[in-house]
């Protein structure tokens, strides 16, 4: 008995350290967001290209070395 009622004095407990911590963060500027998300997105598309690049050279090799011709 006395551990379900030590369960349900933890719950408010445990809310207000959630609170406490949500206070703690330092949530980035707008600037920073969207420059980080500029970064990811170029990053992105470039290591994109380099994939399809190295994928046309190593299926050209492939067909060479097997003498296959799509």
Same mark, same amino acid.
């Given at each position: 008995?006395?551990?379900? !009622?030590? *369960? +349900?004095?933890?719950? %408010?407990?445990?809310?207000?350290?959630? /609170?406490? !911590?949500? *206070? +703690?963060?330092?949530? %980035?500027?707008?600037?920073?967001?969207? /420059?980080?998300?500029?970064?990811?997105?170029?990053?992105?598309?470039?290591?994109?290209?380099?994939?399809?690049?190295?994928?046309?050279?190593?299926?050209?090799?492939?067909?060479?070395?097997?003498?296959?011709?799509?």
């Amino acid at each position: 008995m006395a551990n379900s !009622e030590n *369960k +349900k004095d933890n719950k %408010p407990g445990f809310f207000k350290t959630v /609170k406490a !911590e949500w *206070k +703690k963060i330092i949530w %980035p500027s707008r600037e920073s967001v969207l /420059k980080q998300s500029v970064a990811v997105t170029a990053v992105a598309v470039v290591v994109g290209i380099l994939i399809t690049i190295f994928d046309f050279f190593i299926q050209y090799g492939i067909n060479f070395i097997t003498g296959i011709n799509l």
